[in-house]
């Protein structure tokens, strides 16, 4: 039932009087969320707790949901493994989509996550304001709080376009399912959320590192004005982070990105999800959901620099396509950086050769347990967010200007765009290769509305060529392959089960 995860799982501890009725008297040897919120520390862990979730967000479901879902990535078929329908339906854009519905996997468990990362947050901002410690670190942790409110919300919204709108501790079972709000209605929550929280978080020059800034807010609330063409708004706060938050381009653009251990949250950082490498639990291991296959040992070595590398068969996901490789123009610094190639022996396809996200393939000590953070937002975003607002408000040669910044840092001359709608395309295709595999391309493709344009030609050359899209000889695509060309997807098939609103 929806309360199982809304309400009983507030945060990551054992809480009691879940069943409805059942006490009315807090029992005095276990935690409730009405004995525990109480001291500087217990908000301390309950906002640690918050953050929990992106980790198995972004290394399991948002890459496939949100970049494999777009023309940027597809699956390596590999038929001596067998089909993963849920995974390879999203690629595919063959979601099965009936009444509002999905019983898509990758579906259920984002959308659950992000109720996960809603709930705690509810937990936090219902008490906080009443308990005593010091009202700095108060602030910092409820600016925490609301951020990672609206970041659950913005991903939602944009993933399914209405949702139930939970903003206090679900209880009992008569208010865990509410109804759909509208998209209008969860934008303004997120702009409420975002915009308290860029006043009460730290900047990063002052905030612990990994933790939600100011400026991360700022950028948030800026990603949502871009959503909904609020394009003087976006100027607005872009400019902001540019001039007081301390954000820069690392001059390196393989150094934008976090190793296993160092390089974290670095100066062109401004939000990113945390990993540890180690026994802790805290780590990822991305690079081996991606890595086409089978891949022998000595084939994945030199990949991920491991002392016990162990061969791999899978149907592996998230492989660059042939149509973004073409996207990089000649001397772009970022496509060496982003795709690596790789021969593997054992596979039917004919040439043996898959490119594979080179990005995310840093050298480590474990077999399939690595460290690096993944990016959320970087300083270029922001940039590039300012010429895009700046150009639709008819000034593309200022639009030119930051454009051109994350083009100098990639090795590539001046934009040569001097119109707006040639400076439109400009910005669209930096995007593409300044943020490939960090999940943008889907949500660029939705709010510009240009999914059955760009996906409906896409999906017509992995019909007409299927061996260009690693299938090997004998495969195809499946026959409903690109029928399902809409910008939301469906909601949770099992959530509907729970509610009579969907």
């Known amino acids: 039932m929806k309360i199982k995860y809304i309400g009983a799982c507030m945060l990551a501890l054992t809480l009691a009087g879940c069943n409805e009725g059942f006490l009315s008297v807090l029992p005095e040897t276990e935690l409730t969320t009405e004995t525990f919120f109480r001291t500087q520390a217990d908000f301390q862990q309950g906002v640690n707790a918050i953050y929990a979730p992106l980790r198995q967000m972004f290394n399991e479901r948002a890459w496939v949901l949100e970049e494999m879902h777009s023309d940027n990535t597809y699956y390596a ?270 596979s039917l396809v004919t040439n043996k050769r898959y490119p594979y996200i080179k990005k995310y393939a840093r050298t480590h000590a474990l077999h399939n347990n690595t460290g690096q953070n993944w990016p959320v937002y970087r300083y270029s975003e922001v940039l590039l967010f300012l010429a895009e607002a700046l150009n639709e408000q008819g000034k593309p040669a200022e639009a030119a200007t930051y454009i051109n910044q994350v083009r100098t840092r990639a090795g590539l001359s001046a934009t040569t765009a001097t119109s707006q709608t040639a400076m439109r395309e400009a910005i669209f295709k930096e995007r593409r290769v300044e943020l490939a595999f960090e999940n943008k391309r889907w949500f660029d493709l939705t709010r510009t509305g240009r999914v059955k344009e760009i996906i409906g030609a896409y999906g017509a050359k992995v019909k007409a060529n299927p061996a260009a899209y690693y299938f090997p000889p004998g495969a195809v695509p499946p026959n409903n392959a690109f029928t399902v060309l809409d910008d939301y997807y469906g909601l949770p098939a099992v959530e509907a089960a729970l509610t009579p609103h969907f």
């Open 77 to 346: 078929r590999n038929t001596l493994f067998g089909a993963v329908d849920a995974t390879e339906n999203v690629a595919d854009f063959a979601v099965p989509t009936a009444n509002g519905t999905t019983p898509n996997d990758n579906v259920l468990v984002q959308y659950r996550l992000n109720y996960l990362i809603i709930a705690r947050a509810n937990q936090v901002l219902a008490t906080i304001d009443q308990a005593d410690f010091d009202s700095a670190i108060k602030s910092n942790l409820k600016g925490e709080a609301l951020f990672l409110r609206a970041f659950a919300y913005f991903d939602l919204v944009r993933l399914f376009g209405k949702v139930p709108l939970h903003l206090t501790p679900v209880t009992g079972r008569e208010d865990a399912a509410k109804p759909l709000a509208s998209t209008e209605d969860i934008y303004a929550q997120i702009k409420t959320d975002a915009e308290l929280a860029s006043t009460l978080l730290l900047n990063k020059a002052k905030q612990q590192a990994g933790r939600a800034t100011s400026g991360a807010a700022k950028t948030l609330l800026a990603n949502l004005y871009l959503t909904q063409k609020k394009w003087t708004d976006v100027e607005r706060l872009t400019r902001e982070v540019i001039t007081n938050d301390g954000y820069t381009l690392m001059p390196d653009y393989n150094n934008a990105f976090s190793f296993t251990s160092s390089n974290k949250n670095n100066q062109e950082s401004v939000f990113e999800i945390q990993y540890m490498e180690g026994a802790a639990g805290f780590n990822g291991n991305q690079i081996y959901r991606f890595l086409p296959a089978p891949i022998k040992s000595e084939e994945l070595s030199p990949i991920v620099g491991t002392a016990n590398p162990q061969g791999l068969s899978q149907e592996s996901n998230n492989i660059p396509t042939p149509d973004l490789i073409a996207a990089y123009e000649e001397g772009d610094k970022r496509k060496d950086i982003s795709i690596g190639y790789v021969t593997l022996s054992g």
